[in-house]
């Protein structure tokens, strides 16, 4: 009992980290159809803002919260102006803009390691103690990460349905060319997209940090880990890709208890495969239907 405990909790922990980020990265897909390369630079983008503005500026930790959103917002406005803008009605877009991405996620790389260099950093940000839970230990700082996605993801579905923003996005990721002749500016789409889910890979980043260590490349495996989630779950899935968290949060982690840390990953690219031979399209995704 005490063991499935730990899985349990250490399974909704990474879960909420992971659940995050793939819901930045899926809402970007889904509306403009293209893979943002730039999403694990501007995760440590965050995690390093709201590191400087505890330590260097003395900010209260949750002025220094939202700091770190209002960044990584403007790191994805600054995106869409230099590279998606440009880019937009002109052929090839989606693979360009791919290519686009990865430049600027090196350049977000070597900007973080220019100023802080290149040794791992702690996050003050965080929460001492725990709850004891008959023989495990859950540290308050996992149930804080837990409730904090959770807040989010309900803001996230909550902006979606209901605001008139929201409803621009959906149709604008449904069909395209049908919302533009609704007369709906999809260009303003776009950097309201990026630059949503610049602020929430910037929260995952900070979310990351204070479990782990901050560093110029922490991006990297949480970025890959949140385009697999997105496969399974259906590209451009947002629903789906939340799900598909907290479902392979717990998997890998039951995997790494059973079997050991290093087969963690393995096991998820294995159902990676499993999971597309079995729905082509994703669990959660519907058959790709071509925009007018």
């Given at each position: 009992?005490?063991?499935?405990?730990?899985?349990?909790?250490?399974?909704?922990?990474?879960?909420?980290?992971?659940?995050?980020?793939?819901?930045?990265?899926?809402?970007?897909?889904?509306?403009?159809?293209?893979?943002?390369?730039?999403?694990?630079?501007?995760?440590?983008?965050?995690?390093?803002?709201?590191?400087?503005?505890?330590?260097?500026?003395?900010?209260?930790?949750?002025?220094?919260?939202?700091a770190a959103a209002g960044v990584g917002a403007l790191v994805g406005a600054v995106l869409y102006f230099l590279v998606v803008k440009l880019m937009?009605?002109?052929?090839?877009?989606?693979?360009?803009?791919?290519?686009?991405?990865?430049?600027?996620?090196?350049?977000?790389?070597?900007?973080?390691?220019?100023?802080?260099?290149?040794?791992?950093?702690?996050?003050?940000?965080?929460?001492?103690?725990?709850?004891?839970?008959?023989?495990?230990?859950?540290?308050?700082?996992?149930?804080?990460?837990?409730?904090?996605?959770?807040?989010?993801?309900?803001?996230?579905?909550?902006?979606?349905?209901?605001?008139?923003?929201?409803?621009?996005?959906?149709?604008?990721?449904?069909?395209?060319?049908?919302?533009?002749?609704?007369?709906?500016?999809?260009?303003?789409?776009?950097?309201?997209?990026?630059?949503?889910?610049?602020?929430?890979?910037?929260?995952?980043?900070?979310?990351?940090?204070?479990?782990?260590?901050?560093?110029?490349?922490?991006?990297?495996?949480?970025?890959?880990?949140?385009?697999?989630?997105?496969?399974?779950a259906g590209l451009g899935n947002i629903y789906g890709a939340l799900i598909a968290s907290f479902v392979l949060g717990l998997f890998e982690v039951?995997?790494?208890?059973?079997?050991?840390?290093?087969?963690?990953?393995?096991?998820?690219?294995?159902?990676?495969?499993?999971?597309?031979?079995?729905?082509p399209f994703g669990v959660f995704g519907r058959r790709k239907t071509d925009r007018l």
């Amino acid at each position: 009992m005490d063991s499935l405990t730990q899985i349990v909790a250490s399974g909704l922990t990474v879960g909420a980290m992971y659940a995050v980020s793939t819901v930045a990265l899926s809402l970007v897909w889904g509306a403009l159809n293209v893979l943002n390369m730039g999403q694990g630079a501007m995760l440590a983008v965050g995690g390093y803002i709201a590191y400087t503005a505890v330590t260097a500026f003395g900010l209260p930790i949750p002025i220094a919260i939202v700091a770190a959103a209002g960044v990584g917002a403007l790191v994805g406005a600054v995106l869409y102006f230099l590279v998606v803008k440009l880019m937009i009605g002109k052929d090839g877009f989606e693979t360009n803009v791919i290519i686009a991405t990865f430049g600027f996620a090196l350049i977000l790389e070597n900007l973080v390691l220019r100023l802080y260099g290149a040794y791992p950093l702690r996050q003050p940000i965080g929460l001492d103690g725990g709850w004891h839970i008959g023989a495990v230990h859950v540290p308050y700082q996992n149930i804080l990460l837990v409730l904090v996605s959770a807040v989010l993801m309900t803001v996230v579905a909550y902006a979606l349905k209901s605001t008139r923003t929201g409803r621009a996005i959906r149709a604008t990721a449904q069909n395209r060319g049908a919302t533009e002749l609704m007369g709906v500016r999809v260009s303003k789409i776009f950097l309201q997209v990026l630059m949503i889910g610049g602020g929430l890979a910037a929260i995952s980043g900070i979310m990351l940090s204070t479990i782990t260590t901050l560093a110029p490349t922490m991006g990297y495996d949480p970025m890959l880990k949140a385009f697999i989630i997105c496969v399974i779950a259906g590209l451009g899935n947002i629903y789906g890709a939340l799900i598909a968290s907290f479902v392979l949060g717990l998997f890998e982690v039951s995997v790494q208890f059973l079997f050991g840390v290093r087969f963690g990953f393995p096991a998820l690219l294995l159902l990676v495969i499993s999971a597309l031979i079995w729905k082509p399209f994703g669990v959660f995704g519907r058959r790709k239907t071509d925009r007018l």
